[in-house]
């Protein structure tokens, strides 16, 4: 088993040092592609697909007129020249193959979201900073996406973290199998748990899927688990649930569970930039959420949970 979990391979999007945010200390956030929620205020869309994506920079093509490498170099034709004299991706026709037109794009005009490492592989990068996570009481936090729907290759590296001795943790939306849930909170050290909309048509409007095994996924790692930390975490989305009433129902699911910490997340448009590199338009679009509406519900937590509501300083 040993063996074959450094062997496991996954498809992974990013891996980002020097986190404070995801976790205890000092952390390494490795991020896995695909989701089972499609949220509209989503801030990594490229996480969304399990495969791998072509992204394309136009800020940094050269243009084809000067450079013209891409055009060849796709094997399957999805990309010709635009009338602004850059390429034009057909996205319906490009598969997600190994993408040998970012490696012929001198300028990473275009970019590959998404590749497949080895267990190993992750870990190695992962255990270039054991010194920070000594000493701040950090380590590895699992992201995504949802990393848990990648089940066999996220769990192979819960359990090849813990042996290298590496602190684990994983940002969940709890929409994945009650089994995968069990398995890896036995390998954990720290859960991050969204919890969005306490109602579920509205869940199902604005990521998709109902809330119901989201809610039965929190109650196996609150009850089941009692030695695993959970922090629950709502981002406070304009028009979804930025309301009081919102808020207070999601704060009174939580209160019950006494031991559970909570945490707003206020919005932001930092992967906007991202859907249009994807060839696609942010949902949300200009929305944005006040400062001051933000803490009103920060207060309305604290109403209901106390010292239990987490404050970023």
């Known amino acids: 088993m040993e063996q074959e979990d450094a062997r496991q391979q996954g498809m992974v999007f990013n891996i980002q040092k020097y986190s404070v945010h995801d976790g205890p200390g000092i952390r390494t956030i490795v991020f896995l592609k695909g989701c089972s929620l499609a949220c509209r205020w989503c801030s990594n869309p490229e996480s969304q697909s399990g495969f791998p994506e072509l992204a394309y920079n136009a800020g940094r093509c050269l243009s084809l007129g000067k450079c013209g490498h891409c055009l060849p170099a796709c094997p399957h034709g999805s990309i010709a020249e635009g009338s602004d004299g850059k390429p034009s991706i057909d996205r319906s026709h490009c ?20 590749q497949p490492k080895s267990v190993d592989e992750v870990l190695r990068v992962v255990e270039q900073d054991m010194a920070f996570y000594s000493r701040s009481g950090g380590g590895l936090t699992l992201s995504g996406g949802e990393p848990l729907l990648q089940g ?3 769990l192979a590296l819960l359990r090849e973290a813990r042996k290298r001795r590496i602190k684990t943790a994983v940002e969940t939306c709890g929409m994945v199998a009650p089994d995968v849930v069990r398995e890896a909170a036995s ?19 604005q990521t998709g899927c109902s809330n119901a095994r989201i809610l039965d996924n929190f109650r196996i790692l609150a009850d089941d688990f009692p030695e695993v930390p959970v922090l629950a975490r709502t981002p406070v989305i304009p028009g979804v649930n930025d ?10 699911f939580v209160r019950p569970f006494g031991r559970i910490r909570y945490e707003l997340l206020p919005y932001h448009r930092l992967g906007t930039q991202k859907y249009h590199f994807l060839g696609r338009e942010a949902p949300l679009g200009d929305a944005q959420l006040g400062k001051d509406l933000f803490r009103a519900l920060q207060g309305v937590a604290l109403d209901i949970l106390g010292e239990r509501v987490q404050i970023p300083g």
Not at 188 to 201: G, I, T
């Open 243 to 252: 309301t009081p009433e919102a808020i207070a129902a999601i704060a009174d």
């Open 95 to 114: 598969t997600g193959c190994s993408l040998p037109c970012v490696q012929a794009c001198p300028a990473q005009g275009l970019l590959a979201y998404g």
């Open 152 to 154: 066999s290759f996220a």
């Open 187 to 205: 390998c954990l050290n720290h859960v991050l748990f969204d919890l969005k909309h306490m109602d579920a048509a509205v869940h199902k409007a």
